[in-house]
């Protein structure tokens, strides 16, 4: 990465503390890919995008280092549209970068304005106070989820219990360490659509399916929390490799393998009901 100037930093430190006021008047925190709620399935994809609203530049950084994951999660945004058009269902995409915000941690997360990720320096949160947090929380991350809550509202005032299914992806190389797995499934208690899931990718013998690795599911705050356990909704988190879904052909044959999956799992009436599960991180309110 290049050392960056002074000039570089007098304009990150602008987007961190001046800018936002009058930063992203007309810029949408979210799309909304429309669907038919029957379908019983709300995608979401949380690290959409690497884009940086107007007033914000690009937080001091080079452009190379928000293409790379930090910045967002590589090709989970093609995968989640095709899918979407593939299955009829709606999904809810975000339209900012992980680094100005990150909708998949609480709001109380430590992690929620990265100051630091894998070895980058992000100068334009570095003077992220706690009002500049509240402007990104009010502006990004809370309609996001408020739109998630909505889809989520409209298919239970019709009676439909719907699914929650969230799509990632992971760095096929992690600190010099290659990682052995195509993708990896998610969760924390709730087994109903992530055991059947994990099955299903592993049936035809050509992935290796992580089944909470790399990373573990349980992480109080983040979306799923939010949306999936602390409303009873059946929900997963898929991850899958960057360099699988890097081009669009990868992404086309891994929405055509979700999508040839998904419905038979789909047609599982305990998928569509609300039941608690609790979490491993910890009690939970009852629903």
Do not use: K
């Not at 790379?68 to 299955?87: E, K, N, P, Q």
């Amino acid at each position: 990465m290049r050392r960056l100037s002074t000039e570089d930093l007098a304009t990150d430190d602008l987007a961190g503390r001046e800018q936002p006021d009058r930063a992203a008047p007309g810029f949408a925190a979210f799309e909304r890919i429309p669907g038919g709620l029957e379908s019983g399935l709300i995608l979401i994809c949380d690290h959409a995008s690497n884009a940086l609203p107007p007033g914000y530049g690009s937080l001091g950084l080079p452009r190379a280092e928000l293409d790379r994951h930090i910045g967002y999660d590589i090709g989970a945004a093609g995968v989640t549209r095709m899918l979407a058009h593939r299955l009829g269902c709606p999904a809810l995409l975000t339209r900012f970068s992980r680094l100005l915000i990150d909708p998949n941690r609480g709001e109380d997360d430590p992690t929620l304005v990265m100051r630091l990720s894998d070895g980058a320096v992000i100068p334009g949160n570095r003077h992220a106070a706690a009002d500049e947090i509240e402007r990104r929380l009010t502006r990004f991350h809370r309609p996001y989820h408020a739109a998630i809550d909505a889809e989520i509202d409209a298919a239970l005032e019709r009676g439909i219990v719907p699914a929650i299914f969230s799509m990632h992806s992971f760095t096929p190389v992690w600190r010099g360490v290659a990682r052995p797995w195509h993708a990896a499934v998610l969760w924390d208690s709730d087994p109903r659509l992530s055991r059947e899931l994990i099955d299903g990718l592993r049936a035809p013998g050509d992935l290796i399916v992580g089944d909470n690795e790399p990373y573990d599911g349980a992480l109080r705050g983040d979306c799923l929390f939010r949306h999936g356990t602390l409303r009873g909704l059946a929900h997963t988190l898929l991850e899958i490799r960057q360099d699988l879904i890097a081009e669009e052909d990868g992404q086309r044959r891994w929405a055509d393998r979700l999508a040839g999956l998904l419905p038979a799992l789909l047609a599982r009436p305990e998928l569509h009901e609300v039941r608690s599960y609790g979490s491993r991180t910890g009690p939970v309110p009852p629903i």
